[in-house]
């Protein structure tokens, strides 16, 4: 067992406050999950040719013939008020759905250039709906870089679905954030034997079935990075239950005992449920364990998993925290969290890129965690890397997994150790 | 407004990123927010860069808006100039900053940066693309620092053949390679070692791996040879117009092209040059040899940016022996001459950057050979049909380790080889033919080569438009490498005009619509000596076919009758 945190752990952490520039993805990028998540949705961005160019960037590959995502490209016209851009969106949705006839909502996706332009899609998307009504509904949602941080779109997509969620007092438990499905299945049946009476998901598999919310709602938040959707859950009368998150063999107990509190479930019950998975994932765990023990960890600002990274990292796997980044800091989600990390741990919230990469050179850190743009660079120093988008696609969340999440830590230590040229 | 799913180009600031990161000593201040600074990943991750790009984002935000922005540019070109120290600055922005009119380019002008050479770049974002943006950043800046040099008007053009007066060998500019080019790396190598050959120097590769100062020697030269017209076209015209340099435009991909290049190169410098010999590739000869008599007539769709796809339809066509069935280019600039290069081949280009369209055409095309860009891979997998990339936009397949140059003599091998394999090697080719019914032959097992895995397509169940969403880069099975099955030329015949016929989309051979006739065993078995990537097209027209004269059984006689309904 994990021993609880001591007083001196408690102390609060410094945080670094930094503004520069930020090497981090706008909200666009949660497309790239979500749009799987949701097989009957579609993800209409309203930007330009950087906003197509950035997720299919961050998308990888190119992996359908033709994906559940598009932008829909503003041109000089539409700029020069030549044509109503308005009157050319609804012939774009138009033509769109004709040609996807499965689509049951669409997600109007707000970008830097739409803002900017005052482009009211709130109005086009009540528009359409109504035009439409029956067949496909339209939301809408920012996912601007001038707004939002990489994994904040899926936190704007949430609430942009929030006002369809029926109302109902009913007693469930809400998880809400994407997770893979397996991983939904797993932690679905486990609390089920734990006793829960009803689990239900945001964002749910089909666009069209959304969980009611209500009084009797307890919300369990499988990601770190919904601050709106849970404040306005709450909002709509949903409990929020304050916990780590699941990630590692502790974080993922002590999130499930919560929910399992919230429910005033038998202890004992929930013991025999958690206990074997606990001894499981802690086996799992030990040989990446002895890999990453006592190395030196600096994690640049990203994906807002950092801290709960770092605090499964420095828990269980025995890293050594340098430098906690992460692009906001929200200390409510993240009091439980803050809680759990070592004291003196240093925290930076926002960046300032080469300032941090200053930092990164003077403490020569064993690994560092990063986006795309910096990983080959920083290895071309001399410093290894673990680059994080992958995370938000794998399934990493719970006991079972934490075996596989610590290896993906481990990966790039061990290679290096693998690698040799004389 | 338009919609875009997947794009061959990025915006034009990502053009500018491209000249910036390939030179030495430039820094790039982009009026940006966050999201934008995905574009590092393309320079880290795809090119393997072990340095940042030379670009620092002013990543304003929301809250910025209201109150100075300018003071934010400003502040941001201070830093990275006493960060970097760079020997020429670009100052520009993206997108949404040409939307806020910061002008940061007249800001940079109006500070003191220590004398740094500044260039200011306006690439319209709402209607300019990548390549767009490379060509006129590599144009402003190359003008930017030339700016003192200008020659006053009515000046003489220096003859390209001066060297012989200056006692010295002659020397060429190498322009346009730049990173995210396909090849350039190893292009710039082979022309190099060509022209050198020859006894021509080379003074100035840029903009891949020059440093401002070497742009300012860029009149030095006797000529300009414009690699890449997509990057380079613009900076060749400035240098004609304006210092009466003469531009050698033939590019060298390929055997016909490279003697032509060294004949224009020879004539505009008055070099002697050896009388070249085809033994210099190792391509003519393996052309010729018995061996690739299978590659004659291949039918090949041709899609890439304009300096690859000419390329391409040359070598295919005269070198190779195939049969070209479809040109076509993204690069809007340079239409005209895909056009035209189109025209004599009997063909209409197809000038678009709408990937579906190119798929569409592609499909109908029925080709047994792609060449084009990634994105045509993807098309081609999907219609299991063997592909070559010529072109960007690149994947981190497209840098290999190995040296691979498009251009020159080896160019030439690293062609055939990389266009051929794909197909199946000759008498593979035929002996498969022979030997398809033997019981040891599995149908679907092909040969090691190429990597175009027919995907089974799993239908899914959300509706007709899910199952062509779905279609994925299905890992490969067992066996499920590579190519065409071979098919004896009747039969290949048949498939095709079945499968030219009809326009709808191509889904890997699917069963038997219920309901619908039957097919008896000999229709079976004839169905199943037609290649498998054009199988489900022809199992549907036939079907149509039979449907509509409302047989209840499909035999072979009915295929043939199919074949001939079909080839009216
Ligand atoms: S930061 Fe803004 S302009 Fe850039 S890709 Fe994201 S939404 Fe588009």
Same mark, same amino acid.
């Given at each position: ?422 | ?31 940006? =927010? ?177 440093? =401002? ?153 029925? =080709? ?17 049909? =063997? ?182």
């Amino acid at each position: 067992m994990v021993a609880p945190p001591t007083s001196a752990d408690l102390a609060l952490p410094e945080v670094l406050k930094q503004s520069g520039q930020r090497e981090v993805f706008c909200g666009l990028t949660s497309i790239v999950w979500l749009h799987r998540r949701m097989p009957d949705a579609f993800f209409l961005v309203v930007g330009s040719r950087t906003c197509a160019h950035l997720i299919q960037s961050a998308a990888g590959v190119m992996i359908f013939a033709e994906p559940r995502f598009g932008t829909a490209i503003l041109g000089e016209r539409d700029l020069a008020g030549l044509a109503d851009a308005n009157e050319e969106l609804d012939r774009l949705v138009r033509e769109l759905l004709e040609r996807r006839p499965e689509i049951r909502t669409l997600f109007l996706v707000g970008s830097c250039p739409s803002e900017v332009i005052k482009l009211d899609l709130q109005r086009a998307a009540e528009r359409l709906s109504a035009q439409l009504a029956g067949r496909v509904r339209v939301l809408n949602y920012s996912g601007s870089g001038i707004e939002t941080t990489f994994t904040q779109g899926e936190d704007h997509a949430l609430m942009a679905m929030l006002p369809l969620m029926p109302s109902s007092d009913e007693d469930q438990l809400l998880i809400v954030g994407t997770l893979a499905d397996a991983v939904e299945d797993r932690f679905r049946l486990l609390f089920e034997r734990m006793g829960v009476p009803r689990v239900r998901s945001l964002p749910p598999r089909r666009s069209t079935e959304l969980p009611p919310v209500g009084a009797g709602t307890r919300l369990l938040l499988a990601q770190p990075f919904l601050s709106g959707t849970a404040r306005a859950l709450v909002h709509r009368g949903a409990r929020l239950i304050e916990s780590p998150y699941p990630f590692g063999v502790e974080g993922s107990r002590l999130w499930m005992e919560a929910a399992a509190a919230a429910f005033g479930l038998a202890p004992a019950a929930v013991a025999a449920v958690l206990d074997p998975l606990e001894i499981r994932g802690r086996r799992a765990l030990e040989p990446h364990r002895r890999e990453l023990e006592g190395r030196r960890l600096f994690l640049l600002p990203d994906s807002q998993m950092e801290i709960p990274l770092a605090r499964f990292l420095a828990r269980e796997c025995g890293m050594e925290l340098v430098e906690v980044g992460t692009p906001y800091l929200d200390r409510q989600l993240m009091a439980a969290e803050m809680a759990l990390l070592p004291g003196g741990t240093r925290l930076s919230e926002g960046q300032d890129v080469e300032k941090q990469l200053e930092r990164v050179r003077a403490e020569r850190p064993d690994l560092v965690v990063c986006g795309l743009g910096l990983a080959n660079p920083l290895e071309a120093e001399g410093i290894a890397t673990k680059w994080l988008i992958e995370l938000v696609f794998s399934p990493i969340h719970g006991c079972d997994q934490a075996g596989e999440l610590a290896e993906l830590f481990a990966r790039p230590l061990h290679r290096r150790q693998r690698l040799s040229f004389v | 407004m338009e919609l875009t799913l997947w794009t061959y180009e990025g915006p034009p600031h990502v053009g500018a990123m491209r000249i910036a990161s390939s030179m030495e000593g430039v820094h790039y201040v982009l009026h940006a =927010p966050q999201g934008d600074t995905y574009a590092d990943l393309l320079f880290t991750m795809i090119e393997r860069r072990n340095r940042r790009p030379p670009v620092t984002y002013t990543t304003f935000q929301a809250r910025d808006l209201g109150g100075d922005t300018a003071e934010l540019v400003k502040r941001t070109i201070k830093a990275a100039v006493d960060r970097f120290q760079p020997e020429a600055l670009l100052v520009g922005e993206s997108c949404t900053a040409e939307l806020i009119q910061d002008q940061p380019g007249s800001l940079a002008h109006g500070m003191d940066l220590g004398g740094v050479p500044v260039v200011s770049l306006e690439l319209p974002a709402y209607s300019k693309k990548e390549n767009w943006g490379a060509a006129e950043s590599f144009y402003q800046l190359v003008r930017g620092l030339l700016k003192d040099q200008l020659p006053p008007p009515g000046f003489a053009k220096p003859s390209p053949q001066r060297w012989r007066q200056e006692g010295r060998r002659p020397r060429v500019n190498l322009l346009g390679p730049s990173l995210l080019g396909f090849r350039c790396r190893d292009d710039v190598l082979e022309i190099s070692k060509l022209l050198a050959s020859h006894g021509i120097d080379v003074s100035v590769v840029a903009p891949l791996g020059a440093r =401002p100062a070497d742009l300012m020697r860029l009149p030095d030269a006797d000529a300009n040879v414009c690699l890449y017209a997509e990057v380079a076209g613009t900076v060749c015209s400035w240098l004609e117009r304006s210092f009466g340099m003469a531009t050698v435009k033939t590019v060298p991909i390929g055997i016909g092209a490279t003697r032509d290049f060294l004949t224009e190169i020879s004539e505009l410098l008055g070099v002697e040059i050896a009388a070249t010999s085809e033994a210099e590739s190792r391509l003519p000869w393996y052309s010729r040899s018995v061996d690739s008599t299978y590659l004659t007539g291949k039918r090949v769709f041709i899609f890439a940016d304009a300096t690859h796809a000419l390329a391409a339809a040359r070598i295919a066509s005269q070198e190779l022996g195939f049969e070209v069935v479809g040109l076509g280019t993204y690069s809007r600039e340079q239409a005209r001459e895909v056009r035209a290069a189109a025209k004599q081949l009997g063909l209409e280009a197809l000038i678009s950057d709408d990937y579906l369209a190119v798929e569409k055409a592609m499909a109908e095309a029925a =080709p047994e050979l792609v060449l084009g860009t990634q994105m045509e891979r993807h098309s081609a997998k999907r219609l299991g049909v =063997p592909c070559a990339v010529i072109s960007s936009p690149l994947h981190v397949q497209d840098v290999p380790a190995r040296y691979s140059p498009q251009m020159g003599w080896e160019g030439a091998n690293v062609i055939f080889d990389s266009w051929v394999h794909p197909l199946m090697m000759g008498l593979e080719e035929h002996l498969i033919g022979m030997f398809r019914h033997d019981f040891e032959f599995v149908d679907g097992h092909r040969s090691h080569l190429g990597d175009g895995a027919p995907a089974a397509v799993p239908v899914a169940d959300a509706g007709p438009g899910a199952a062509a969403a779905q279609v994925g880069t299905l890992p490969s099975g067992p066996g499920a490498t590579a190519t065409l099955v071979a098919e004896p030329l009747a039969e290949s015949l048949l498939a095709e005009q079945l499968a030219t016929t009809a326009a709808e989309s191509i889904q890997a051979d699917g069963p038997a619509v219920a309901g619908a006739s039957v097919w008896t065993p000999d229709g079976e078995a004839e169905l199943h000596k037609i290649p498998f990537f054009v199988r489900g097209k022809v199992r549907r027209n036939t079907e149509a076919f039979a449907a509509e004269r409302g047989l209840a059984r499909i035999d072979a006689e009915t295929l043939y009758d199919a074949k001939a309904h079909f080839s009216r």
